[in-house]
């Protein structure tokens, strides 16, 4: 009689454990190295540490120079102290930045049980890759602290002679100055700080929609990092069954939103937004939303919303003026056929901008629009993007009393677009950007001039200050909710 045949472990079927397990494992690691990464951070931020590893990478280097220039009250043991104190500060450093890279692959490179993995979402290179740089740098810094003390020991326990002790004192000197360098540009930006969101300061924006159909809510997915988008998506299809009968989840959350917008402007109480969550939210997304353990409650969706608003604020410059002029009565609200608003940063660098244009049709129809936007000396320099222009309903002076009512309704009567802009690195000074409305037979409607100023150093609104902005944000939130 034949033995029978053993079969053989499926480990993708619905049947087997093996997915489970391994779903199981995964997060197992992501927890332990998540808990390393939260505790070297900590110790590394600390206090004034940060403060105290700049101060000591630029006193060994000056040290070690007095060594070298033979001034008499220098000490070989004062400078090795300040290299050696220097290098037992930058361990901790250096272990933050391994758990924090290990951390972020598990989280966006290993796939979870249901196979889904996060190389579908924009970013996810760009993040590694900038955790990669700062773990080479953090060795370099840590590399440059030891073999700066170990160059002062040689001179000053072995016989050396003029030459070769001149030679190291340089190179002591010269490896303070490259852990100077380096940690300017590392202690004022550590990653990862965030436990809710810890990928969320290394992430920013490439591909995005021209046009905003839900303007908030749109800006706000386009800056999420890759795990945070992931867990955004699975919020929404949860949302299915919690929203009035008259909502979708995008257009709750989306009303949601702008009454947590006016919260932060002081024009809404918090009993207020309460309210305004209830008009479009089931009384069971109510108690998710008010449940600190879930990952998008209200605290959560205060602090992304002013993680876009420090990356965006010309598009929230654009709705607070169209809040005044609502409650202001403008004409250009009913009595104007073409309402035509933009933002674009006075200041920028790096030869990019992000301009915001806001369209209200007032002509009573849906119309077939085109914008030509004009960028002298830009890349390129004229840019066409035609859209269907929906008619706004009038707005009564007594009703835009109601801050929500009368921003929802705006803004979904609005057309907004995100349109990037570009220059070459080598253009400079003031620059001026035309935005012209014309109609379906090519006739202008009308037309708009701004001006910007292009600069080769970093501003308030460019890529880099804009990140470094959106994760102090975040943080100072943070801190305040807590207290």
Known sequence: MEAPIP???????????????????????????????????????????????????????????????????????????????????LIPTNLAAAFARMSARDRLKLRDGSQRSMDAYPGVERILNT??????????????????????IAVRDLETGNTLG?????????????????????????????????????????????????????????????E??????????????????NQTPDSAIEHLLRAVH??????????????????????????????KSNKFDLKSLRTLLAHTKAWEPGLFRLIDRLQDSAIRG????????????????????QGQADLFVMLHNNTGANTNVKLDVVVAEGEPALQTIRVEARASRPIDRARATDQVDSLGRLLDDATVL????????????????QVTLRGEYGETLSSVVVQTTLSSKAQQESVGQRMSDAASAVRRLALSIAD
């Not at 945070?228 to 009968?245: C, E, H, P, Q």
């Not at 809404?268 to 997304?285: H, S």
């Not at 690195?425 to 950007?433: F, I, R, T």
């Open 131 to 152: 955790l990669r740089e700062r773990s080479l740098r953090e060795r370099i810094r840590l590399l440059s602290a030891v073999l700066g003390a170990l160059a002062l």
């Open 418 to 433: 995100w349109i990037g802009l570009a220059w070459p690195d080598s253009k400079l000074g003031s620059h001026p950007v």
């Open 228 to 245: 945070t988008a992931a867990a955004w998506d699975d919020w929404k299809i949860s949302l299915m069954d919690s929203v009035r009968g």
């Open 330 to 349: 403008d004409h250009s609200m009913n009595e104007v056929s073409w309402r035509l608003d933009l933002d674009l940063p006075p200041r920028c660098s």
């Open 7 to 89: 079969k053989l472990p499926t480990p993708y079927s619905d049947s087997s454990k093996f997915g489970v397990s391994n779903q199981r494992a995964l997060s197992r690691r992501v927890a332990a190295r998540d808990t390393g990464r939260r505790f070297w951070t900590r110790i590394s931020g600390s206090a004034q540490t940060p403060l105290i590893r700049q101060a000591l990478s630029l006193v060994a280097p000056i040290c070690a120079g007095l060594l070298l220039v033979k001034w008499d009250f220098a000490s070989y043991d004062a400078a090795i102290a300040a290299y050696t104190l220097l290098a037992v500060l």
């Open 166 to 226: 001149s030679m190291l004192l340089g190179a002591s000197v010269a490896l303070g100055a490259l852990c100077f360098l380096n940690s300017l540009l590392l202690d004022d930006s550590i990653p990862m700080r965030s436990n809710s969101f810890p990928l969320l300061s290394l992430h920013a924006p490439t591909l995005h929609d021209s046009t905003l159909n839900r303007p908030l809510s749109d800006l706000m997915v386009a800056h999420l990092d890759p």
């Open 262 to 291: 006016l919260n932060e402007r002081g024009m809404l109480n918090d009993a207020r937004l309460m309210t305004e969550a209830k008009r479009v939210f089931k009384v069971t997304a109510i108690d998710s939303l008010i449940d």
